[in-house]
């Protein structure tokens, strides 16, 4: 692995516990920063590192913060979001699991620069270990006067809750997560008011990912410069990139932000499985649309992924070997997301649930030759839609896919893995809607 | 103050107003099913898309703010074609049975599909089944394969009733209307969630199935059963075949007014429509013979009363005539009661009603206590110079034990209608008991004859209620029977005894008192 930066401390005995942390130079961020700088430097050097948000938008985190109105007389939430739950993506957990306090201790240096005085974590329910090295980490914290009134003497005070998702990845969504801590059914809100205007009970809020904030110590530590230094030109730092599908070795690797794809399939993911050619790649979780062979010499950062059709995302790269079945993959991923809509929007709550129903017609070969362009046309009026940004998630994989691969969504037989023979549906001319 | 154009009409409005509010004011309608103007918006069911300058996305008309200098499109294809998509989604697994359903004809699906969308349906997989004909409480049923997820009725429980009544339970296109789970739906303003569910999900299962809303009539009036007044609308028949030779009135909706009851009313006052065409309504005027009441003209019913209030007055003098007005008559019958008993007649033995029920129920969003109408408009009138008034409970004691010899009771008796089982106040006496009123009660076996009067719906008058509004409303309906308004009564009784009275005095216009809400 090249410019180990977020690993540093992975695989080391006992990495998670706070004598291990300390011992590679742990909360010594925590101690400069809280002993000399003020908050609005913290926010400064944030910003000069090209620290962009980890969760999937990519959207620079320094500027996130500045949204926080420094005049508000409420309080200020700092919420982390560790609901990881994007298909294809692992890399919050094994922070969690693995070193959870350089996610405390950049929770903590984040919350100072944005005036907050409570955070909450919330953590995917699922993820019990990570929730339990989480909990053991901030108790360690409170006993070594990381956290609660006073920290090391600097008059700043912090405390923070862990709070447990459900099950439900809608939660992962900002304003979702906020009422989710809130004690609500996890609805996305309605923008605006933004949640750095008027986010949890009400009050001015940043949603931070685990791994964004895990950055953060190493930022302070070594100067925003230097981060961004490691990543391209917008885009600072290195990436944690969770490779899966038909890889010889799937798994977590940290590489700098901008690595051509193929060299990370290739040199770092040991390869396809079986020498087999590579079908389609999606580069960074199950909502981002997919890439065809043809489109893989890429580099790997939000912007060029981005002008490609595609995103970064969460950095979750699932690989489609040759073979693989363009049909149940996609069908795979818009159960999901069907199953994981929140029912509150229309477009999302029918248009969800009205392709995973084409797609399955499609599969027990009663497609018909309109398909592909309705399954397009519904991901069309679903995205940019819709409350939150899960319609544009559901509907960038059916674009993408049905574009790309179209014989195999098509009823005629001679595709690879496409229906073959499929029985004409007979209703081809409709009934009055 | 922003200034913003809207399909190239401008208007200047108060900031804070989402595009939706300022658009209603220009008389532009953005279609919309989860927005409604007296609930907090919810954005949600994406209808209501508009296209705004310098804004690449189309935006949710109910929760983007004006800013000035905003210019928004409502008719442009993108608009269009949004509009479209979001009537086929909803529309893909809807049972379209409007045939049968009981909105139609007033459901905001129907209409836009007839409106902005008529395609022809690609929807070629199986619709989805849900509950069907499901008892929510009392009074409402749903029908879960019409909804459409507005949380309107979410909302207004919330919001308005106060009280969480209902929630939207599981997720996705499995997300489905319910109350709480082992909870009956109960509340005092239920009926409201039938008027606002744009489509066929929730129906009152007293108005289903009786009545196509086309061919009802509307007419406009002011709720009777309490001091709030809330504005209504009567919906009616003027001939059914059920009642052939008569009208029939099938519900009262509540009529927008931000100054009295926004766009709300309770259950009360609702299903009070029911007391207009009730068995109990007095339909001709009746005279004790031997026994028993029997219907009479109204020539002969006159007579006879004027004949019986001349006997007494001049046997008695005005001390032996008691009058006894319930607050439920409107400010017009007082002026004219304060006329002919009062000011012509000499009569002083008069009361405005039995005091409120200090038990009665009460509630921060409009149920008043009082369930008189008008108490305030009695009282801003004076039959009787201040002080001078007789309490009721006195009056009636004087009747029952023969200080008084005859008495005559306007109006009925406001707890009537909600406690039909309360006892009257009206005892037995020896003398002569004559009540003009709607509705047969416990007192009208002492009666020796009774006069049907109009209930409000069915004349004009005025109402003031009790934060001192002045509301005058039309008669919205003639009236049931031979029943007549209370003032017509009123001139018919002077003329009879003779008495020289000056309807058009009656009359409260703008010099009367300047309205403070017109309905």
Redesign the interface.
């Known amino acids: 692995m090249e410019k180990v930066v977020l690993t540093r401390n992975f695989g080391k005995p006992d990495s998670h516990t706070l004598a291990v942390y300390e011992a590679g130079g742990g909360y010594q961020s925590l101690r400069k920063v809280l002993a000399s700088w003020t908050p609005q430097q913290v926010v400064e050097e944030v910003k000069a590192s090209n620290l962009r948000g980890r969760g999937g938008a990519g959207f620079p985190t320094g500027i996130k913060w500045g949204f926080v109105p420094k005049d508000s007389p409420k309080p200020k939430y700092l919420c982390v979001n560790a609901d990881e739950g994007e298909p294809g993506t692992f890399k919050d957990r094994h922070i969690m699991e693995q070193d959870p306090h350089m996610m405390l201790e950049g929770t903590i240096l984040s919350a100072y620069a944005i005036g907050s005085q409570t955070a909450y974590i919330y953590i995917r329910g699922e993820f019990v270990l990570a929730g339990a090295r989480t909990e053991a980490a901030i108790a360690e914290a409170y006993a070594k006067g990381y956290l609660g009134e006073n920290i090391l003497d600097s008059g700043y005070s912090l405390d923070i809750h862990v709070h447990y998702g459900a099950g439900?990845y809608?939660c992962g969504e900002e304003t979702a997560l906020i009422e989710s801590i809130e004690g609500k059914?996890g609805w996305p809100r309605?923008k605006?008011p933004f949640p750095a205007v008027e986010g949890l009970f009400g009050c001015p809020t940043v949603v931070n990912n685990v791994e964004t904030l895990a950055n953060v110590p190493l930022i302070l530590e070594k100067g925003g410069a230097w981060f961004a230094g490691l990543g391209t030109e917008k885009s600072g730092g290195t990436k944690l990139f969770t490779i899966s599908g038909h890889v010889n070795r799937p798994g977590l690797y940290e590489l700098p932000m901008g690595i051509p794809l193929l060299e990370m399939i290739e040199k770092h993911a040991g390869g396809v499985t079986g020498g087999r050619k590579i079908k389609g790649v999606i580069p960074g979780g199950a909502s981002c649309p997919v890439l065809a062979a043809h489109e893989l010499d890429i580099k790997m950062d939000f912007d060029t992924l981005m002008a490609a059709g595609s995103m970064l995302g969460s950095g979750g790269v699932i690989v489609l070997a040759e073979g693989t079945s363009m049909l149940a993959t996609l069908l795979n991923l818009e159960r999901f997301f069907?199953?994981?809509?929140?029912?509150?929007?229309?477009?999302c709550?029918?248009?969800?649930?009205?392709i995973v129903?084409?797609l399955e017609?499609i599969e027990r070969g009663e497609g018909?030759a309109?398909d592909p362009d309705?399954l397009i046309d519904i991901a069309e009026?679903m995205a940019?839609?819709?409350?939150c940004p899960l319609g544009e998630a559901a509907a960038g994989p059916v674009k993408s896919f049905v574009s790309k691969f179209r014989d195999e969504f098509l009823p005629s037989p001679g595709s690879e893995t496409g229906p073959a023979g499929a029985a004409r549906?007979a209703?081809a001319g409709?009934?009055?809607? | 103050m922003p200034t913003i154009e809207i399909d190239g009409k401008i208007i200047t409005v108060e900031s804070g107003l989402n595009v939706i509010q300022a658009a209603d004011r220009l008389g532009i309608h953005i279609p919309r099913f989860c927005y409604h103007p007296g609930l907090s918006?919810?954005?949600?069911?994406?209808?209501c898309?508009v296209e705004i300058e310098k804004i690449p996305?189309?935006q949710?008309a109910c929760?983007t703010?004006v800013h000035d200098g905003m210019v928004v499109r409502t008719d442009t294809e993108a608009v269009q074609?949004?509009r479209r998509?979001?009537?086929?989604?909803?529309?893909?697994?809807h049972p379209?049975d409007c045939p049968i359903c009981d909105k139609s004809g007033e459901c905001l699906l129907q209409d836009y599909?007839t409106d902005y969308?008529r395609?022809?349906?690609?929807?070629?997989?199986?619709r989805?089944r849900k509950r069907k004909v499901f008892i929510l409480g009392p009074t409402i049923v749903m029908d879960e394969e019409r909804c459409?997820?507005c949380s309107r009725c979410v909302r207004f429980f919330e919001e308005v009733s106060g009280v969480r009544r209902l929630?939207?339970f599981?997720?996705?296109?499995?997300?489905y209307l319910s109350t709480y789970p082992g909870e009956v739906l109960q509340d005092r303003y239920c009926g409201n969630i039938v008027d606002i569910c744009p489509v066929g999900a929730l129906t009152d299962r007293d108005f289903r199935f009786n009545q196509r809303v086309w061919m009802l009539k509307q007419g406009h009036s002011v709720c009777p059963y309490c001091a709030r007044g809330c504005n209504i609308i009567v919906d009616f028949n003027e001939k059914s075949d059920i009642q052939v030779n008569d009208r029939r009135v099938y519900r009262f909706r509540p009529r927008p007014n931000p100054m009295v009851n926004r766009y709300w009313m309770c259950d009360v006052g609702r299903y009070g429509y029911k007391h207009l065409d009730a068995a109990e309504r007095i339909r001709e005027p009746l005279l004790r013979e031997g026994k028993r009441l029997t219907p009479v003209g109204w020539d002969r019913v006159i007579k006879r009363a004027a004949l019986r209030i001349r006997e007494t007055l001049a046997s008695t003098g005005p001390k032996g005539v008691g009058v006894l007005v319930h607050p439920t008559v409107s400010c017009e019958t007082t002026l004219a009661v304060r006329e002919l008993f009062v000011e012509q007649l000499k009569i002083r033995n008069v009361s405005t009603g039995f005091p409120v029920d200090p038990a009665g129920f009460e509630d921060e969003v409009l149920i008043r206590r009082d369930s008189a109408p008008n108490r305030r408009g009695l009282e801003m009138i004076g039959l009787v110079p201040k002080g001078e008034e007789v309490p009721a409970e006195k009056l009636a004691a004087d009747w029952a034990e023969g200080r008084i010899q005859l008495l005559y009771v306007l109006g009925d008796d406001p707890v009537r209608f909600q406690h039909p089982e309360a006892p009257s106040p009206i005892r037995a006496g020896e003398g002569i008991l004559i009540l003009q009123k709607t509705t047969a009660g416990p007192e009208d076996e002492h009666a020796r004859m009774v006069l049907p009067a109009a209930m409000p719906a069915e004349e004009d008058g005025t109402f003031v209620n009790f934060e001192g509004r002045v509301q005058h409303f039309d008669a919205a309906l003639a009236p049931l029977g031979e029943a007549l308004p209370a003032c017509e009564i009123l001139q018919r009784l002077g003329e009879a005894l003779k008495v020289e009275i000056h309807p058009e005095c009656w009359r409260l216009g703008q010099e009367t008192w300047a309205p403070s809400s017109s309905s």
């Not at chain 2, 918006?41 to 209808?47: D, H, K, Q, T």
Request: with cysteine; hydrophobic share 30%.
């Open positions: 439900s809608i059914k309605v605006p069907a199953h994981e809509s929140c029912g509150q929007c229309t477009p709550r029918e248009g969800t649930r009205w129903q084409i017609r018909t309109g309705t009026h940019g839609r819709t409350v549906h209703r409709g009934q009055e809607g | 918006a919810a954005g949600s069911c994406r209808m898309m996305k189309l949710t929760t703010p074609d949004a998509s979001i009537l086929e989604y909803l529309l893909i697994n379209i599909y969308a395609y022809t349906s690609r929807f070629l997989e199986t989805w459409v997820l929630g939207i599981q997720r996705g296109a499995e997300a």
